[in-house]
């Protein structure tokens, strides 16, 4: 048995939240990009979710095990609904393990 230490999910928030700002102008459209920069502060979220099998179909993943936690980040509408989701993360709930998977917003 081992005894790996999973993140809180405040920490999980977080290191999604640095994952996408990471690589967010890599992979986001530059419009999508920019209504984010000027609105992040007053509009961004961070929702976690259960993951669903779509992600087994894109990556090499067994999400049985309970091990993943999806990030869906994005800009909220005034009424705090997720308005425009920008990437959906994938990230594995043990701090010892680095792996991320990503599905952007317009990106297949």
């Not at 993140?7 to 999604?16: I, K, T």
């Not at 920069?37 to 509009?43: G, V, Y």
């Not at 993943?61 to 994938?90: N, P, Q, T």
């Amino acid at each position: 048995m081992s005894d790996n230490i999973q993140w809180s999910l405040d920490e999980l928030c977080d290191h999604a939240f640095d994952i996408f700002e990471e690589l967010a102008s890599d992979n986001l459209s530059a419009a999508d990009y920019t209504e984010y920069q000027q609105q992040h502060l007053s509009r961004g979220f961070v929702d976690l979710k259960t993951p669903d099998d779509s992600w087994e179909e894109l990556y090499p993943v067994a999400l049985a095990d309970g091990d993943y936690v999806e990030a869906w980040i994005g800009l909220a509408a005034e009424s705090g609904e997720a308005d425009k989701v920008l990437a959906r993360l994938l990230l594995n709930k043990d701090k010892d393990e680095s792996e991320c998977f990503a599905q952007w917003r317009g990106q297949s």
